[in-house]
């Protein structure tokens, strides 16, 4: 007994690691990131800085659970990279039950060293969309380069961790789907699992290729340590939907008209600059088409130039015209998870006009009201004579004192009416119904 503990005591006295047998092991861990919705750059950034994470702790396994109708390009292949990059294998899942890994979600599926998906899944319809128009049919060339690429790209994927490049292709041209089971049948996916636990065990073992060369898979008993987007994720997947960046272009006019309309820098111009400048932003995220925009740019600038040239209505209804025009052209109705809705479009430019109709008609009741300021709002005010001699004197108008001359002769403390201005001179006569009012 005291040899033991002498033994410990030394251990501890010497430097250097203790020996294996009595230093902890770390804990082995897994990486659960959820891509849920439409793929595009808030989706992309958050499973980057995910796989950064856990190649920077040493991670064992990512764990990329998808349910997604598909999205942008840009974003799919953002992810792709990062994947077949990662010196940490990747397992995608589709799950929850109900869920789908369709279009962009396939590609993502098919890059993982590990596609597993939950029963009642289902995956394919990888048919490129043309965002921001574009023809449709077999003949249109634009078309057929994309889906080729799009083709090729899911055949590469495929035959790099030997699955079936014939049906992802087919997915690709003509939009083939599967349910779970099928997908394990045909070879898409790797096996069913129908939880967390199940998919842990069923990869025990596994042998799958990395960037440095071929892994077995050690999964048994890892710990599940999941990573939720951040905030800067999230702000970026909602203001990169199509119908947010609409929204908040619409919300930026509106408020810039309002401005125009109540000038001083108000409510209406704070909340309008913040809306445009994120909408502004989030077309810079999203492929649009040029000429979509410009309608869109110039539907605005004719929506502001409304408020400073009289064309009653013309230049505003006109803008808005190109608005709804640009936004059609501009933006696709049929891509998975970033569609821009009819409904959106139309219902702002309804409540944009209502708010054009309602400037419009304050810019005019404005007009026709009386000038209160300058040489001219001095015409028809009212006065009294402080001095008089002849036919001028002085008088008391608006609390100042003013030369003053009339074409008949007044007497000191008579109403009077100015009746014009030249220069600091004004031309006054009696008041004949304020005079009137003071006599019994």
Known sequence: MRGRALLVALALLLPGPLPRSIAAEPARTALLLSVEGGIGPGVAGYVEAGLARAAGEGTALVVLRLDTPGGL????????????ASPVPVAAWVAPRGAR????????????QVAAMAPGTATGAATPVLLGGGQEGDRDPMRAKRVNDAAAYARGLAEYHGRNPDWLEKAVREAASVPAEEAVRLGVADFVAADLPALLATMEGR???????????????????????GWRDRLLTAISDPNIAYLLLMIGLGGLILEVAAPGFGLGGVVGGIALLLGLFALNLLPVDLTGLALMAL???????????????????????????????????????FALSPVVVVSSAALLALLLAATMWSVLRARRRAVRTGAQGMIGAAGRVLEWSGRSGT???????????????LAPGQPVRVMARQGLRLTVAADAAEQEGKTP
């Not at 890994?101 to 993982?112: D, F, V």
């Not at 042998?207 to 892994?215: H, N, Q, Y």
């Open 73 to 84: 390009d840009a974003a799919m292949r953002r992810i792709v990279q990062a994947m077949l």
């Open 207 to 229: 042998r799958v290729r990395m960037p440095s060369g071929p892994l077995v898979l050690e999964t048994s008993g890892l710990a599940v340590e999941r990573l939720d987007p």
């Open 299 to 337: 539907g605005a600038a004719m929506l502001v130039a409304e408020a400073f040239i009289p064309a009653f209505g013309l230049l505003g209804f006109g803008g808005l015209a190109a608005l709804v025009l640009g936004a059609v052209i501009a933006f696709d109705f049929g891509t998975p998870g």
């Open 101 to 112: 890994a369709a279009s962009a979600g396939l590609l993502i599926l098919s890059a993982a």
């Open 395 to 409: 008088v008391l108008v608006h609390g100042e004192r003013w030369s003053a001359s009339a074409p008949a002769a």
